[in-house]
């Protein structure tokens, strides 16, 4: 805490750049579910992030965020 009581909250380099990521995911995810899909994503501690698409039991396995953001423009998803 400062002297004036107020809590310094700057995140590191990397710790903001997994919020964004966070943030980025949890919107994509949900223009997925306005098209009728469902995405999921990997655990990063199991080693690098691969997200899945799934809808009526398929399931569509993706290597990055870009990659699932220009399969949802494939697929009629709203940018």
Known sequence: MTANNKVDVRLDSATAAAVNDGKAF???AARYALA?????????????????VVRWGR?????????????????????
């Not at 009728?36 to 997200?51: C, E, H, K, L, M």
């Open 26 to 28: 949890a919107t994509l």
């Open 36 to 52: 009728g899909y469902g995405i999921v994503r990997s655990n990063p501690a199991d080693g690098p992030i691969a997200f899945y």
């Open 59 to 79: 399931i569509t396995a993706l290597a990055s965020l870009d990659a699932a953001e220009r399969f949802l423009k494939q697929i009629g998803g709203r940018a």
